[in-house]
């Protein structure tokens, strides 16, 4: 390679601008490495809101994870909860059913190690870990079938752990729980 020699006036102009570009990079990482560590600092110190905590060995002996409580109820104000229970490996219950443009809360929990709980093709996504109850407020305009596959790695038959759920017309919905308590789409 040849060397190239710049003119005079070029040398310590180049130097003078690499300094500045080397000096903005190390600005960069200093202000990413502020930032996640005041993100860290405020997560820690910060908790959240709302924690619910349920008791993992005795959710099949009464309380709201008791079996024939499981799935999608109408609340008074029309509302939709859905309670499910994430355990090796399997949802209970296995195929949820609920209305299209209602307000909907999941109420998922797990009875013995962590799950996760998502429903393809939307943001519902929650982390189920046992002794807490993980919610989050929903609601679907379009009828379907969607999968939720568990993507938390929970044991050996992690890959066989997934459920359904069933976005079914809001009248047919409300016909359905004007006969039942507790709905799901199980049969
Ligand atoms: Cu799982």
Redesign the pocket.
């Known amino acids: 390679m040849k060397n190239v020699v710049l003119p005079a006036p070029f040398g310590p102009m180049i130097e003078t601008i690499e300094r500045r570009w080397a000096s903005l990079a190390i600005v960069i990482v200093v202000v990413f490495v502020v930032v996640a560590i005041a993100a860290g600092l405020h997560q820690a110190t910060m908790p959240q809101s709302r924690v619910e905590t349920v008791d993992p060995r005795t959710l099949h002996l009464g309380g709201e994870f008791i079996e024939s409580n499981l799935g999608s109820a109408v609340e008074p104000d029309g509302s939709v909860t859905v309670r499910a229970i994430?355990q090796?490996?399997s949802f209970t219950p296995q195929c949820i059913l609920v209305p299209t443009d209602t307000p909907i809360t999941f109420r998922v929990t797990s009875a013995d190690v962590v799950?996760?709980f998502i429903i393809t093709g939307t943001a519902i996504n929650l982390m189920l870990v046992p002794g807490y109850i993980s919610s989050i407020p929903a609601r679907f305009s379009t009828q379907g079938e969607r999968h939720m596959p568990?993507h938390?790695f929970?044991g050996m038959g992690?890959e066989g752990?997934w459920g359904r759920i069933k976005i079914i017309d809001k009248a047919a919905f409300a016909q359905m729980a004007a006969n039942a308590k507790r709905l799901s789409c199980v049969q």
């Open positions: 994430g090796q490996y799950h996760g568990c938390e929970c992690h752990m």
